[in-house]
Protein backbone atom coordinates (compact mmCIF):
# COMPACT_ATOMS: atom_id res chain seq x y z
CA UNK A 1 0.00 0.00 0.00
CA UNK A 2 1.30 3.45 -0.76
CA UNK A 3 2.51 5.70 1.79
CA UNK A 4 2.63 9.35 1.57
CA UNK A 5 4.95 12.17 3.37
CA UNK A 6 4.30 15.41 2.62
CA UNK A 7 6.62 18.54 3.18
CA UNK A 8 7.15 22.15 2.45
CA UNK A 9 4.48 23.62 4.59
CA UNK A 10 4.97 26.67 6.46
CA UNK A 11 4.76 30.20 7.50
CA UNK A 12 4.54 32.95 4.41
CA UNK A 13 3.19 36.39 3.96
CA UNK A 14 0.11 37.07 1.58
CA UNK A 15 1.56 37.21 -1.78
CA UNK A 16 4.31 35.07 -1.55
CA UNK A 17 4.81 31.61 -2.99
CA UNK A 18 5.39 27.83 -1.43
CA UNK A 19 5.83 24.29 -2.75
CA UNK A 20 4.21 21.19 -0.99
CA UNK A 21 5.78 17.68 -1.93
CA UNK A 22 4.67 14.09 -1.18
CA UNK A 23 6.64 11.75 -1.30
CA UNK A 24 5.17 8.29 -1.70
CA UNK A 25 6.51 4.63 -1.41
CA UNK A 26 5.23 1.18 -0.64
CA UNK A 27 3.57 0.84 -3.73
CA UNK A 28 2.39 1.61 -7.28
CA UNK A 29 2.48 5.15 -7.40
CA UNK A 30 2.31 6.00 -11.35
CA UNK A 31 -1.31 4.33 -11.53
CA UNK A 32 -2.83 6.35 -9.43
CA UNK A 33 -4.46 9.82 -9.68
CA UNK A 34 -3.18 11.88 -6.40
CA UNK A 35 -4.69 14.85 -5.27
CA UNK A 36 -4.64 17.58 -2.48
CA UNK A 37 -6.94 18.42 0.00
CA UNK A 38 -6.50 21.44 2.95
CA UNK A 39 -8.66 21.51 6.31
CA UNK A 40 -8.62 25.01 8.22
CA UNK A 41 -9.60 25.05 12.05
CA UNK A 42 -13.57 24.15 12.27
CA UNK A 43 -13.96 23.34 8.71
CA UNK A 44 -14.60 20.44 6.71
CA UNK A 45 -11.88 18.82 4.46
CA UNK A 46 -11.80 20.67 1.14
CA UNK A 47 -10.60 19.05 -2.36
CA UNK A 48 -7.52 22.05 -3.66
CA UNK A 49 -6.56 19.84 -7.06
CA UNK A 50 -5.86 16.54 -8.50
CA UNK A 51 -3.60 14.95 -11.05
CA UNK A 52 -3.85 11.79 -13.50
CA UNK A 53 -1.41 9.02 -13.31
CA UNK A 54 0.29 10.71 -16.29
CA UNK A 55 0.20 13.81 -15.19
CA UNK A 56 -1.70 14.92 -18.55
CA UNK A 57 -5.26 16.24 -16.74
CA UNK A 58 -5.73 18.36 -14.09
CA UNK A 59 -8.24 19.68 -11.63
CA UNK A 60 -8.44 22.22 -9.31
CA UNK A 61 -11.00 24.14 -6.82
CA UNK A 62 -12.33 27.74 -8.45
CA UNK A 63 -10.68 28.88 -4.95
CA UNK A 64 -6.92 28.38 -6.21
CA UNK A 65 -7.48 28.25 -9.86
CA UNK A 66 -4.58 30.83 -11.68
CA UNK A 67 -2.77 30.25 -8.45
CA UNK A 68 -2.05 26.65 -7.56
CA UNK A 69 -0.51 24.33 -9.91
CA UNK A 70 -0.25 20.28 -9.01
CA UNK A 71 2.23 18.17 -10.95
CA UNK A 72 4.14 14.97 -10.69
CA UNK A 73 7.57 12.86 -11.40
CA UNK A 74 6.55 9.76 -11.77
CA UNK A 75 10.49 8.51 -11.98
CA UNK A 76 10.53 10.22 -7.99
CA UNK A 77 7.46 8.99 -6.82
CA UNK A 78 6.88 12.54 -5.83
CA UNK A 79 3.51 15.11 -6.32
CA UNK A 80 3.72 18.68 -5.74
CA UNK A 81 1.76 21.37 -5.37
CA UNK A 82 3.49 24.95 -5.94
CA UNK A 83 1.31 27.71 -4.58
CA UNK A 84 1.83 31.08 -5.77
CA UNK A 85 -0.01 34.58 -4.69
CA UNK A 86 -1.24 33.24 -1.28
CA UNK A 87 -3.78 34.40 0.63
CA UNK A 88 -4.77 34.68 4.32
CA UNK A 89 -7.82 32.14 3.51
CA UNK A 90 -5.23 29.70 1.92
CA UNK A 91 -4.12 28.81 5.73
CA UNK A 92 -4.96 24.97 6.23
CA UNK A 93 -3.55 21.77 7.00
CA UNK A 94 -2.46 20.80 3.56
CA UNK A 95 -2.98 17.01 3.17
CA UNK A 96 -1.67 14.89 -0.03
CA UNK A 97 -3.82 11.34 -0.93
CA UNK A 98 -3.74 8.87 -3.46
CA UNK A 99 -6.94 8.28 -5.06
CA UNK A 100 -9.14 4.95 -3.39
CA UNK A 101 -8.76 2.69 -7.33
CA UNK A 102 -6.12 3.36 -10.02
CA UNK A 103 -6.86 4.38 -13.02
CA UNK A 104 -10.73 5.79 -12.56
CA UNK A 105 -10.84 9.53 -12.27
CA UNK A 106 -11.91 10.47 -8.78
CA UNK A 107 -14.77 12.73 -7.75
CA UNK A 108 -12.87 16.12 -6.11
CA UNK A 109 -13.76 14.58 -2.52
CA UNK A 110 -12.30 13.43 0.02
CA UNK A 111 -14.12 9.92 -0.01
CA UNK A 112 -12.65 9.09 -3.37
CA UNK A 113 -9.34 9.17 -2.00
CA UNK A 114 -8.29 6.54 0.00
CA UNK A 115 -4.27 6.87 1.28
CA UNK A 116 -3.17 9.80 3.07
CA UNK A 117 -0.55 11.59 3.88
CA UNK A 118 -0.11 13.90 7.70
CA UNK A 119 -0.52 16.65 6.30
CA UNK A 120 2.00 19.62 6.39
CA UNK A 121 0.81 23.26 8.01
CA UNK A 122 0.40 26.32 5.99
CA UNK A 123 -0.11 29.59 6.97
CA UNK A 124 -0.51 32.69 5.24
CA UNK A 125 -0.18 36.03 7.71
CA UNK A 126 -2.02 39.48 6.01
Known amino acids: QVQLVESGGGLVQAGDSLRLSCAAS????????MGWFRQAPGKEREFVAWISWSGGNTKYADSVMGRFTISRDNAKNTVYLQMNSLKVEDTAAYYC???????????????????WGQGTQVTVSS
Open 97 to 115: AAARFGGIVPQPRPGSFGT
Open 26 to 33: GGTFSVFY
